[in-house]
């Protein structure tokens, strides 16, 4: 702005459109002169991501699919509860981890999403919030399509602006970043001392078992992850929660639920979140029968391990756990464009 001979407010101006009211385009600046829109026009456009087009489930959450200023699509979920309002975003476009149960580990992973683009997800997640519901986001997961520590750098950006008094101002407390278990980015997560949450999504107690449904253990076993995140804690005393979907007579059993407990003994957690599978097309795999869920959640409890069966959200819409495959939905009933 100076050099363009404007007055330095000008420059805080801009920055307010961009990052406190999210304008869509240069033109919606109105307390900007014409000229000097003109003039901005001509060097710069904002990349806003648009809403491709929404799901709604019977259960009251919305899945959208987003389109990126490039023509890539990602998906993102707003699940409504009594007590929260919960994004759950995404991070990549597709995915290179390949895991067996996950429909977005069978797309290839075309690019990593911009910071910008983390943050118009929140954004449109929240207007669809208060939308909806009347209520602003109260959190934010990292759990949608990709893996957020291979895109640390936009990751941990994004995460900037949100909490930001000079942007959407929420609370680290309330963001949850997900892994599947890069553990050379966990530790550089306690050296960066960051301050929001972290999952590990586990899904088995030993390293044959996780090779298999996740190829990344191979080079990230178990005991490297257990060593990561005590790192982590150690450095940031924040909160770390275990994700471990069942799956029918694979990781099911009462031996499986013990191998879990010795991995949550040598680890700081303070959740460990037990998911019910959701099949997809592409995997084998079943959800198992509610006398082997029940089996499972009451042997982690005379353990004394802290432990909640969370029951998938937006199954008829394929937007719960593991089921974002980023196919157009646009024509189906239940599709708003």
């Known amino acids: ?17 961009m990052w406190k009211k999210f304008a869509g385009s240069i033109q919606d600046m109105t307390n900007l002169s014409k000229s000097l829109r003109e003039k901005l026009s ?23 699919r987003l389109q990126l200023h490039d023509n890539y699509y990602v998906e993102s979920v707003l699940i409504p509860s009594e007590k929260r309002m919960t994004a759950c975003v995404s991070s990549q476009v597709g995915c290179s981890l390949s895991c067996k149960f996950c429909a977005t580990g069978y797309l ?18 929240n207007e669809q919030s208060l939308k909806h519901y009347g209520k602003n986001l109260s959190n934010i997961v990292f759990m949608g399509m990709g893996e957020p520590l291979l895109n640390y750098k936009n990751v941990l ?6 909490t930001s008094p000079d942007s959407l101002g929420m609370s680290p407390r309330r963001i949850t970043v997900s892994t599947a278990g890069v553990s050379k980015m966990i530790r ?18 030993n390293d044959t078992k996780r090779n298999e449904i996740m190829p990344i253990n191979e080079t990230n076993n178990l005991k490297e992850l257990i060593e990561a995140l005590n790192y982590f ?42 998911i019910e599978y959701n099949p997809i097309d592409a995997a084998k795999y079943e959800k ?42 646009a024509t189906l009933p239940n599709a708003e464009q």
């Open 157 to 162: 950006k994004a995460i900037d602006k949100i």
């Open 233 to 274: 804690y150690k450095k940031t005393g924040n909160e770390i929660t275990f994700e471990y979907i069942l799956f029918k007579d694979f990781n099911d059993s009462i031996q499986d639920a013990d191998e879990l407990v010795k991995i949550y003994r040598q680890v700081p957690a303070d959740l460990v979140n037990i």
């Open 288 to 329: 198992p029968e509610e006398d082997a869920v029940r089996q499972f959640m009451n042997y982690l409890e005379s353990k004394k391990v802290n432990a909640h069966l969370r029951r998938s959200r937006g199954k008829d819409i394929d937007a719960a756990c593991g089921q974002l495959a980023n196919v157009d939905h």
């Open 1 to 17: 702005m100076k050099e363009w001979g404007e007055p330095a407010f000008r420059a805080k101006q801009v920055y307010e459109w």
């Open 188 to 205: 550089q997560l306690g050296d960066d001392e960051v301050r929001f949450k972290l999952a590990l999504s586990l899904h088995a107690g």
């Open 108 to 125: 290839p992973r075309k690019r990593n999403m911009d910071f910008d683009e983390i943050v118009d997800e929140v954004v449109l997640l």
């Open 42 to 64: 001509e060097s710069y456009f904002i990349p806003k991501v648009k809403t491709h087009h929404s799901q709604y489930s019977s259960d009251g959450t919305i899945k959208n």
